[in-house]
């Protein structure tokens, strides 16, 4: 009897980027069954919620000052939870999405690690100027990953653009403020933190809810799109399948 080779094909759905979904451009998805969710609202929910209490913090809200009471949340909702969605994005086939959060829970645990000084760190530097001049250099490289993160959503969609953009933003006037101790400059980096969590609010709702499940479903509409996401690329080379 001659081999016989059966080829599986699938058909194709061209699909525009999407906020709730970290898509930062267009891309195919076949219509084969897939028995797992995104896992992209899950990560945002988190950066939402740690960056509102956290830019209320910078802002001194009801007199606070020290993020210490997030230190649970940066290890235990931001680093753990958000690094294992990033590999789960990563199955999804979603480069952009991974990057965001497997980069961004890395950064939120290290970050939490050097504030809290459960590890010693804080208590490493001879004095609280030598500490916050690494503390600078520290945040400065996270300022220049911002940079490129926002870079790559020219072509995503507006509340995609303005949420990196808002993140970078706060990051590079947080280094600011901690490299010369500037009050002011910290509580314009609060406000920028808490814009960038009301981005993260919008784009987790809009990646979580559906017509079946809400009342409210966002569908994000088009002029939503920057201008040079609005035309699906004639060349297949611009378009991931997944």
Known sequence: MSEQVFEKKYMYTVLPPRTGLLRNSWYKRSNEWRPYPASCSIGLAFIAVSLFVLGLILCHARGVTSPAILTGMFFFGNGLIQIIMGIWAIVDDNLFGSTL???????IMSYGAASSDLFGVISAYPTTANYSSAMTLFLSGWTVFDFFLFMSTFKSTIPLFVLTFCKWFFMLLLTIA???????????????????????????????????????????????????????????DYITTI
């Open 101 to 107: 959060l497997l980069c961004y829970g890395g950064f």
């Open 178 to 236: 901690v490299s010369g101790n500037h009050g002011a400059c910290r509580t314009v980096a609060g406000i920028f933190c808490f814009i960038t969590s009301a981005c993260a609010f919008y784009a987790f709702y809009d990646g979580m809810q559906t017509t079946a499940s809400s009342y409210l479903p966002i569908n994000e509409p088009s002029w939503l799109r920057m201008p040079a996401g609005h035309k699906e690329p004639d060349d297949e």
